[in-house]
């Protein structure tokens, strides 16, 4: 990260503004400041925002107001209703979704080194040997040359997330990336990311999974209405809440009085 | 029913048969490959490209499934040498309207597969920061033409079928033979009957061929 | 190109070839009547649980959709006669030949559309109480039925053009006035150019309309 200064933001995003088509406004006006090392999990009600801002945050979606700054960096802004996305600085980012989205028809291997080798103009060779690395520290070695259908939906995700990791991404995004497992094979995926919240990787995450919002987060952001509602570390937002609506949400989704 | 069948007349005919045959499977064949890869095109500058371009593309393609391919075969062999002055044998005649009909039907097949790749692929693409290039070549591409092979081959089977109205042109496939040979023998049950029976034979196992390969290609490709 | 255009040739004999697209109609609908009810019966049979009933109809659905339309026109116009010893007039023939080809691939569209209603539906009768002939006929009939309609008039529009080949048989439809008008007045490229823009101006208004009809079926 030598190009960054000491304590600036990792991503600042301001005032950002989205729309569906001319009558569903689904973010209207949301400010984040996430600083490097920070892992951030997004919480709150469908509809609120959410998934869109995660994906605003990809540079997925066309957006009407604000921008966002990744690294110090211009990265989305909007010219002239226009939006604008410097997709050099989107290759620094990586994301996960709640379906994996692996390629149905690759192998793993071949999964996890396209990007590496049509983006980067890495040699198979390398990035093979990256490739069987990644996929051991997951517990998947073996699986290099099977194919998505013949991997359960918890393998499947963690080699979407090794796929994410092969382009040495500077912030993670994962969305709702364990929504979609049955119960047994959330644990699997929850370790790896865990795993890499150890090895310092800044991520922001949405999830309904509380276990991410306890154990991994450093900061938890209640999102409704396309706003920031709260923002502060976990203990805060889950379990003295300052916010009314925060405390209602959290009560409401978790039965828990907080 | 006061009438005998005896199948064994055909037995003369056995090489007459076979010819017509080869000359069916030979054009078929042709027709599918050249069809296909017009199709392919056709249905890739379809699915994007500019306005015009889709609005030409798109009269051919009603064109041709609006219409009868008997119409088709006959403006190709009689109208068209008018046309542009030149004649043409009616291996080229039949070659050209059954390559024409297959395009516009298999352009429909690769366009609805295309469509078929979900949005999700595309955000995994730019998720991977992937370039244009690799997005189409790589990922979207292989998996439209996977999931349009049942229905390609298919519309082999159909074009199999149309094949036969050549015969109707005067083009000495084996449905023209077979009718000969009936006209000649009187004895249009048997003859026609085992016409019949050849196309079944090729067609039949091919048709069943269709669900077997949806079955494996979709276990096998689609995650 | 030394051949000059005249439409002309062609406007001025519409009646012959009026009198070849009511034929054609009338072949169309009557064959698609039959092809829609006797479809119907025999997907039932297809999808019967008695061996006796299921394989004779599936043999029969195969051999009509295994076959060129061409084969199975020229082999009825020649053989039933000469089998049956019966003698019918060349538009009735037209309309029984057309009308068991569309009856089996009506059959297949059936049985597609009744075994495509998804089994949550049919668990979900049978945990409310329905008898079998409750849930085929509260349950599976109306959302089968209602599923079937695009491809059913897909069909429908498939057999209008596959009309076109009775011409070759001898029977006076618009493709057979058109052949005649072609060759009397030699003019081939009028001639066949009105005719395939008739049977398109019939076809495509139908195709668009099961589009529409798809897409909306979709949506529910």
């Not at chain 1, 994301?95 to 198979?124: C, D, W």
Request: hydrophobic content about 50%; charged content about 15%; some cysteine.
């Amino acid at each position: 990260m030598a190009d960054m200064q000491d304590g600036s933001a990792l991503v600042e995003i301001h005032d950002l503004h989205k729309s569906y088509g001319p009558n569903i406004q689904v973010l209207k006006g949301l400010n984040i400041e996430m600083m490097p090392g920070e892992r951030v999990v997004v919480i709150g009600p469908s509809g609120g925002g959410k998934s869109t801002l995660l994906r605003v945050v990809m540079g997925l979606e066309q957006i009407q107001g604000g921008e966002i700054r990744f690294g110090g960096k211009p990265y989305i802004s909007t010219k002239g209703g226009k939006t604008v996305i410097d997709t050099e600085v989107r290759k620094q980012i990586g994301m996960v979704f709640q379906h994996y989205t692996l390629f149905p028809h690759l192998s793993i291997m071949e999964n996890l080194i396209l990007a590496p080798r049509k983006v980067n103009g890495e040699s198979r060779a390398s990035a093979r040997e990256r490739g069987q690395k990644i996929l051991e520290r997951f517990g998947l070695g073996a699986k290099a040359d099977a194919y998505p259908s013949q991997l359960s939906g918890g393998q499947k995700q963690r080699v979407a997330i090794a796929r994410a990791l092969m382009l040495d991404p500077r912030l993670m995004l994962f969305d709702e990336v364990t929504s979609a497992l049955d119960p047994e094979l959330v644990a699997e995926v929850e370790a790896v990311i865990l795993q890499l919240a150890e090895q310092g990787m800044p991520m922001m995450m949405v999830t309904h999974d509380m276990w991410f919002a306890r154990n991994v987060a450093s900061r938890v952001i209640f999102c409704a209405g396309g706003v920031v509602v709260e923002d502060g570390p976990p203990e805060q937002v889950l379990g003295d809440p300052k916010e009314e609506r925060t405390r209602e949400f959290i009560n409401r989704v978790f039965h828990i009085k907080a | 029913m006061g009438m005998t069948l005896d199948f064994s007349i055909l037995l003369r005919f056995t090489d007459a048969l076979a010819i017509g045959l080869w000359t069916t499977i030979k054009l078929t064949l042709l027709c599918i490959v050249l069809g296909t890869s017009l199709g392919f095109v056709i249905g890739l500058l379809r699915s994007s490209g500019n306005a015009f371009v889709r609005g030409l593309l798109g009269l051919y393609v009603e064109l041709f499934r609006g219409t009868p391919v008997l119409i088709q075969l006959f403006w190709i062999f009689f109208c068209l040498p008018l046309i542009l002055g030149v004649e043409f044998s009616n291996f080229v005649s039949a070659t050209i309207a059954l390559t024409l009909y297959m395009g516009a039907i298999t352009s429909e097949t690769f366009r609805a597969s295309l469509r078929s790749v979900g949005r999700e692929q595309m955000d995994a693409c730019v998720a991977l920061g992937l370039p244009r290039a690799a997005q189409i070549m790589n990922v979207i591409l292989p998996q439209a033409v996977l999931r349009a092979v049942p229905t390609l081959l298919s519309n082999a089977v159909s074009l199999f079928k149309e094949s036969a109205l050549v015969s109707a042109v005067g083009m000495a496939d084996l449905m023209f033979i077979g009718q000969n040979i009936s006209n000649n023998t009187a004895r249009p049950v048997e003859v026609l009957t085992v016409v019949a029976g050849i196309y079944f034979v090729i067609a039949f196992p091919l048709t069943r061929a269709v669900t077997v390969v949806e079955q494996k290609l979709l276990r096998k490709f689609s995650a | 190109m030394d051949y000059t255009l005249d439409l002309g040739a062609v406007t001025r004999n519409m009646g012959p070839l009026m009198d070849g697209l009511w034929v054609t109609l009338q072949l169309t609908l009557a064959a698609n009547v039959i092809g829609v009810i006797a479809g119907f019966a025999l997907a039932l049979l297809t999808t019967s649980k008695l061996a006796l009933l299921r394989w004779p109809s599936m043999l029969f659905v195969e051999f009509f959709r295994c076959t060129p339309a061409i084969v199975q026109i020229v082999w009825f116009f020649y053989c039933v006669p000469m089998i049956f010893n019966v003698f019918w007039g060349p538009v009735f023939m037209g309309i029984v030949a057309l009308g068991l080809n569309l009856t089996a691939f009506n059959a297949e569209a059936y049985r597609a559309s009744i075994q495509a209603v998804p089994r949550e539906h049919l668990d979900a009768g049978i945990a409310l109480g329905l008898s079998p002939t409750q849930r085929i006929l509260n349950i599976v009939l109306p959302q089968a039925l209602r599923n079937s309609v695009p491809v059913l008039l897909t069909n429908g529009i498939g057999i209008f053009q596959q009309s076109a080949l009775v011409a070759i048989v001898g029977v006076a439809d618009l493709m057979y006035q058109g052949k005649t008008l072609a060759t009397a007045t030699y003019r081939p490229i009028e001639t066949f150019t009105v005719v395939a823009l008739i049977y398109l101006a019939i076809s495509y208004p139908v195709g668009q309309f099961v589009n529409w009809l798809e897409r909306r079926q979709s949506h529910s």
